[in-house]
């Protein structure tokens, strides 16, 4: 009485189905190991790719705000600032750091917010119920946004002629090195985020909420020297500070002033009087990266 | 029809006690026992105050195709989530496909196919891409990459809209997509939740076939959640679940025998002299529904002739009814499965589709 209904499908198989199984192409999935975790965290990280090449509007829109920034303030307020900027420097050129990290930052938030979107589509299921740890979904995640957002940050580079910043290859390589830290950090710091924040309404405003602040602290648009103590421990705790205190380093080796200006203009982070070294500065931007991805990933492995 | 007809034709096993029904899947025993695609022991889920699964047991034998039948907020998604790794019991165990699903869940996923209530697509992709990333994700060996997905592809026929992005499919199609997509790497199980929700009739009907051609190409288990009666029909056996307990399993025919009365429907020349000699005659109680006396019998086609010999109203019009799985689910849990689903926009919706079809 059971198999009423398997009957006929049996009968079904024995006939018409033999030729079809012999042509069925036999698939073992086997056991998960370091390559095919690489294998997982590769087609992740295309396929963020791939959607950014499909939206070209994006690429198109979040590069309205860094060029907002470095040509119509940067111009305006030139002027203003021309008395109290050393010769040969200008402030476009100043704050040109600046707009390369808001660059990527807007695009690594925004790539970070994708989870969320993943999530509410139903998308980010199909990642969570493969035979892939979870680690492998979160590095290819955070590796897409970053990639993307380097890209982004590359764009603005090519810029660097508006803002009388030489093509110096050296420093370029500098730049996209440090653009890359940058963005690793601030996608892992979204997907980290991500892994808690299931609305994609509360993510964004809670982004929109970080992201300026961010920006503002980080020293991309004043010295970090001769600021009321407030302030000062303010820009000290923003890690965006300690990527645009060396990439202005590297912008302004690169321009042709004096000593003293390169005091003036880019002075190295410092903590109670001690100057930062600027691969501890990198260091620091480094180790919260891997932290915040390791946040990220316990957060994804846990099951409901 | 409201009496529960359990034994009333002798096979009417299926009845299970929600709390420590038998696993096993084939009391008729012919001898060798099929090996378990899954084992169900003891099974809860609380989320918070909230049971809602509230100690199932089942098995599923291999090859067979199980459906779990349920309104909406009986526990099939719940289970459903736990048999696929997707969340961990409170208390209990369920085994897929041989492996553990809280201690082995990586040998659980790799050998489980999944088509979700929701569409879990990426639609910025084509339906190539989003088979490619799957097969890359499950590690399906790249030198069977491409031949499977053509194979799986052609199955559901998409195979020629391969390379259009995933949007500009319809509702059918990425479904048809999502089912190529949970077969792609070859699982044993495959796990189809609600696979017809939200699809109209037609697209209904073409997605059994796919679903039934399927059972005859590959060696598959199927475990699918279904608030549709006449889509319970496809499957081998039904566990009906509510309030999250099993309140009956077995096959459709045995559940729909358990439920044991025919409903008849006699129009006559004299409904009250018809009752009235019903029950005196028969001992049947009858009353008027639809226009017509109706009353339920045990065998209904047997029923008939001796019905014409003893009735002295003369008889216009007779017909006898087997109980459908709607009764089934009626005589064990009181109330009708359309609770969530009979609004007015889907009725709309299937109206259009009705109307779509007559082209």
Redesign the interface.
């Known amino acids: 009485?059971?198999?009423?209904?398997?009957t006929d499908?049996e009968s079904?198989?024995t006939s018409?189905?033999t030729a079809?199984?012999a042509?069925?192409?036999?698939?073992?999935?086997?056991?998960?190991n370091l390559r095919?975790d690489l294998?997982?965290v590769?087609?992740?990280w295309r396929?963020e790719l791939?959607?950014f090449r499909?939206?070209r509007l994006r690429a198109v829109t979040s590069l309205i705000q860094p060029l907002l920034f470095l040509l119509v303030l940067g111009t305006g307020l030139s002027s203003l600032a021309k008395g109290s900027l050393p010769p040969g420097v200008s402030f476009k050129a100043f704050i040109y750091p600046g707009v390369l990290a808001m660059s990527v930052l807007f695009t690594a938030i925004f790539s970070a917010a994708s989870i969320v979107w993943?999530r509410e589509?139903?998308?980010l299921?199909?990642?969570?119920?493969?035979?892939?740890s979870r680690s492998a979904i979160v590095i290819g995640k955070i590796l897409g946004g970053a990639t993307i957002a380097t890209f982004q940050g590359v764009i603005v580079l090519a810029l660097a002629g508006l803002a009388d910043v030489p093509y110096n290859p050296v420093l370029m390589i500098t730049l996209v090195g440090e653009l890359l830290l940058l963005a690793f950090t601030l996608t892992s710091f979204g997907v980290m985020m991500a892994a808690r924040i299931t609305q994609f309404q509360a993510f964004m405003a809670l982004t929109q909420m970080l992201v300026m602040p961010l920006f503002f602290l980080s020293g991309a648009l004043y010295p970090l020297t001769g600021l009321p103590a407030w302030l000062s421990i303010l820009t000290r705790l923003d890690p965006l500070t300690y990527v645009v205190g060396p990439m202005r380093h590297a912008v302004f080796t690169h321009l042709n002033i004096s000593e003293s200006a390169m005091q003036a203009m880019s002075p190295a982070v410092t903590w109670a009087g001690w100057q930062v070294p600027i691969l501890l500065s990198l260091g620091i931007v480094a180790v919260m990266g891997l932290v915040m991805m390791g946040v990220a990933i316990v957060t994804f492995s846990r099951?409901? | 029809m409201a009496v529960h007809g359990r034994g009333a034709t002798g096979?009417g096993a299926g009845a299970v006690d929600g709390g420590r029904g038998p696993g096993d899947?084939?009391?008729?025993g012919n001898g060798q026992r099929p090996a378990q695609a899954i084992t169900v022991t003891g099974l809860t889920k609380n989320y918070g105050e909230i049971e809602a699964v509230r100690g199932i047991d089942f098995g599923v034998s291999a090859?067979?195709?199980f459906g779990f039948l349920g309104p909406n907020g009986a526990g099939k998604s719940t289970t459903i989530?736990i048999l696929?790794?997707?969340?961990?019991p409170t208390t209990g165990s369920a085994r897929v496909a041989g492996h553990d699903v809280t201690t082995e869940?990586?040998?659980v996923?790799?050998?489980i196919g999944?088509v979700?209530q929701?569409?879990?697509?990426?639609?910025?992709?084509t339906g190539a891409?989003n088979l490619?990333?799957?097969a890359?994700?499950?590690?399906?060996?790249p030198a069977?990459v491409m031949?499977?997905m053509r194979?799986v592809m052609e199955m559901v026929g998409l195979w020629e809209r391969r390379d259009g992005l995933v949007m500009t499919y319809s509702g059918g199609m990425r479904r048809r997509l999502e089912i190529a997509r949970g077969l792609?790497?070859?699982p044993r199980v495959l796990f189809l939740d609600e696979p017809t929700v939200g699809l109209d009739p037609q697209t209904r009907t073409s997605i059994w076939e796919y679903i039934?051609e399927l059972?005859?190409?590959?060696?598959i288990t199927i475990f699918l959640t279904t608030h549709y009666m006449d889509e319970a029909e496809h499957?081998?056996?039904i566990a009906i679940i509510d309030h999250g307990k099993i309140v009956a399993i077995?096959?459709?025919?045995?559940l729909k025998a358990s439920v044991g009365k025919d409903r008849v429907q006699i129009h006559t020349a004299d409904d009250a002299a018809a009752i009235a000699e019903l029950g005196r005659e028969f001992g049947i109680e009858a009353g008027i529904h639809e226009g017509a006396v109706t009353f339920s019998v045990p065998a209904g086609e047997e029923f008939v002739p001796r019905l014409f010999a003893g009735l002295s109203v003369p008889i216009q019009a007779v017909s006898v009814s087997r109980p459908s799985l709607d009764d089934v689910f009626m005589s064990y849990t009181g109330k009708t499965i359309r609770d969530a689903e009979g609004t007015g926009a889907d009725a709309m919706r299937q109206m259009v589709a009705h109307f779509r079809g007559r082209r």
């Open positions: 009485m059971a198999t009423t209904g398997t499908t079904a198989v018409a189905g079809a199984l042509g069925q192409i036999r698939v073992a999935v086997p056991e998960h095919s294998r997982a590769s087609i992740v396929r791939i959607r499909r939206d993943d589509f139903g998308f299921r199909e990642m969570l119920v493969a035979p892939v099951p409901e | 096979d899947a084939d009391p008729a090859g067979e195709t989530k696929c790794t997707l969340a961990l869940r990586d040998a996923r790799r050998n999944l979700f929701d569409t879990t697509l990426d639609n910025y992709l891409q490619r990333f799957h890359d994700l499950y590690g399906v060996p069977a031949p499977r194979q792609l790497h070859a039934n059972k005859s190409r590959e060696d499957c081998d056996r077995d096959t459709p025919e045995a």
